[in-house]
């Protein structure tokens, strides 16, 4: 059972049941512990049904503990068919893009999750958000901060949630590095180094590798994990940045980035650098510190990742990282949990990309980039 203060385990219990139990005759805490109250599980609407919500997200609402799949939004009748008889949902819990908004009467979807091309956050989770549900969006937020502001802007009017999908804060793994930083464990972390990159073959129609549906190529992509790395690797927002971007195959990736390397000044003297790429393979991050270091590898991956440190290896069972990001967004909702992954974090992240961008523009300069010291870190 996850732990619940005092306050809350008398609002879940009710009056009723309170009163028919002995509580001096049992320490509330043990009381606590020995007592399983009815949960509610969140529902949660996937929208956009492509590879990441098939293969990712709806096999791990099922093994979500706090929240479930109630609902999905798609553009293709055969895909909703598919989905209803694989997960049991009558006509009422589908919805295309035309009806979309229709979800704001649909009392078992608490949260939208927003799973479509890049270009389409913005929109969808302003609407999800206006339907009065709470949101998650994939990443990157939107295709720059101007739209990062309006969809926060949209949930606090609406007074709902809003989450990233940046599944890597609730991983075992992830965690620890962020604790090894918190703690010193390996003293100042003085330089740190991320790395994520795939190939990209195939389809040159895709959506990835169109800068109208995407914003970008692989800084859009799997750069967001560099830099995220980055910053909780090191424990701070970095302060300038200075970029470099790579072309080699010029006839594919002709609207976005192929490869991009940047360089990262951290207050208090700590530097990083990274690398993102769709025309490479890489998958790191490593912190050299005073006193030691850590490394995981791979660092961004669906895991299990694997991990080591000056002072050894570090091991983590493995669960899915999906069903661990939903049920931490879940409990932030039904329990006040921080918010591993809130909207100021994308935002951050794009504030990041937009300066990334700008240097490699004005042909490598030093960008300033001007983050409060804790901004977008989340809980
Ligand atoms: P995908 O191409 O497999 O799926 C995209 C879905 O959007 C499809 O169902 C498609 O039909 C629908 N769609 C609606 N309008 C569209 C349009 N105009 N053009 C193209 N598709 C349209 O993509 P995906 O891999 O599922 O990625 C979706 C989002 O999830 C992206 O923002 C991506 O960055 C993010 N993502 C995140 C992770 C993660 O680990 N957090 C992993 C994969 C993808």
């Given at each position: 059972?996850?732990?619940v203060?005092?306050?809350?385990?008398?609002?879940?219990?009710?009056?009723?049941?309170?009163g028919?139990?002995?509580?001096?005759s049992?320490?509330?805490?043990?009381?606590?512990?020995?007592?399983?109250?009815?949960?509610?599980?969140?529902?949660?609407?996937l929208?956009?049904?492509?590879?990441?919500?098939?293969?990712q997200?709806?096999?791990?609402?099922?093994?979500?503990?706090?929240?479930?799949?109630?609902?999905?939004?798609?553009?293709?009748?055969?895909?909703?068919?598919?989905?209803?008889?694989k997960?049991?949902?009558?006509?009422?819990?589908?919805?295309?893009?035309?009806?979309?908004?229709?979800?704001?009467?649909?009392?078992?979807?608490?949260?939208v999750?927003i799973?479509?091309?890049?270009?389409?956050?913005?929109?969808?989770?302003?609407?999800?958000?206006?339907?009065?549900?709470?949101?998650?969006?994939?990443?990157?937020?939107?295709?720059?901060?101007?739209?990062?502001?309006?969809?926060?802007?949209?949930?606090?009017?609406?007074?709902?949630?809003?989450?990233?999908?940046?599944?890597?804060?609730?991983?075992?793994?992830?965690?620890?590095?962020?604790?090894?930083?918190?703690?010193?464990?390996?003293?100042?972390?003085?330089?740190?180094?991320?790395?994520?990159?795939?190939?990209?073959?195939?389809?040159?129609?895709?959506?990835?590798?169109?800068?109208?549906?995407s914003?970008?190529?692989?800084?859009?992509?799997?750069?967001v994990?560099?830099?995220?790395?980055?910053?909780?690797?090191?424990?701070?927002?970095?302060?300038?940045?200075?970029?470099?971007?790579?072309?080699?195959?010029?006839?594919?990736?002709?609207?976005?980035?192929?490869?991009?390397?940047?360089?990262?000044?951290?207050?208090g003297?700590?530097?990083?650098?990274?690398?993102?790429?769709?025309?490479?393979?890489?998958?790191?991050?490593?912190?050299?510190?005073?006193?030691?270091?850590?490394?995981?590898?791979?660092?961004?991956?669906?895991?299990?990742?694997?991990?080591?440190?000056?002072?050894?290896?570090?091991?983590?069972?493995?669960?899915?990282?999906?069903?661990?990001?939903?049920d931490?967004?879940?409990?932030?909702?039904?329990?006040?949990?921080?918010?591993s992954?809130?909207?100021e974090m994308?935002?951050?992240?794009?504030?990041?990309?937009?300066?990334?961008?700008?240097?490699?523009?004005e042909?490598?300069?030093?960008?300033?980039?001007?983050?409060?010291?804790?901004?977008g870190?989340?809980?």
């Amino acid at each position: 059972m996850a732990p619940v203060n005092r306050r809350q385990f008398n609002q879940r219990m009710g009056k009723g049941l309170l009163g028919t139990l002995a509580l001096g005759s049992l320490p509330l805490n043990r009381l606590m512990a020995s007592c399983s109250y009815p949960q509610k599980k969140l529902g949660i609407a996937l929208v956009g049904l492509g590879s990441y919500s098939t293969y990712q997200l709806a096999p791990a609402l099922q093994q979500t503990q706090y929240c479930r799949l109630t609902g999905i939004v798609t553009g293709t009748p055969e895909k909703a068919e598919v989905w209803k008889k694989k997960y049991k949902l009558s006509a009422e819990h589908v919805y295309n893009y035309e009806n979309f908004d229709h979800i704001a009467a649909n009392p078992a979807i608490d949260i939208v999750y927003i799973v479509l091309p890049n270009s389409m956050h913005a929109e969808y989770s302003i609407r999800a958000a206006r339907a009065g549900k709470h949101v998650i969006c994939e990443k990157p937020m939107g295709l720059n901060v101007a739209e990062c502001d309006a969809i926060i802007a949209a949930c606090r009017e609406a007074g709902v949630a809003l989450g990233m999908g940046y599944r890597l804060h609730s991983e075992p793994y992830t965690q620890q590095i962020k604790r090894f930083v918190r703690d010193k464990t390996f003293g100042e972390v003085r330089f740190i180094s991320a790395d994520a990159a795939y190939i990209s073959r195939g389809n040159p129609n895709q959506w990835r590798l169109n800068k109208a549906l995407s914003g970008g190529g692989a800084l859009m992509n799997m750069g967001v994990y560099s830099i995220q790395s980055c910053i909780y690797g090191s424990g701070k927002n970095p302060a300038a940045v200075t970029a470099q971007e790579f072309s080699t195959r010029p006839d594919y990736f002709g609207e976005t980035d192929e490869t991009i390397t940047a360089q990262f000044e951290f207050p208090g003297g700590t530097v990083g650098q990274m690398m993102t790429s769709h025309n490479a393979r890489a998958n790191r991050l490593y912190g050299s510190c005073d006193s030691g270091w850590f490394e995981l590898q791979p660092a961004n991956n669906y895991g299990p990742l694997s991990g080591r440190t000056s002072q050894g290896p570090i091991s983590f069972p493995h669960e899915s990282q999906q069903k661990l990001q939903m049920d931490d967004f879940a409990r932030h909702i039904l329990e006040g949990t921080p918010n591993s992954a809130p909207g100021e974090m994308g935002r951050r992240d794009m504030v990041i990309v937009e300066a990334i961008y700008q240097s490699i523009r004005e042909g490598g300069k030093r960008i300033a980039i001007d983050l409060p010291e804790n901004y977008g870190m989340g809980g």
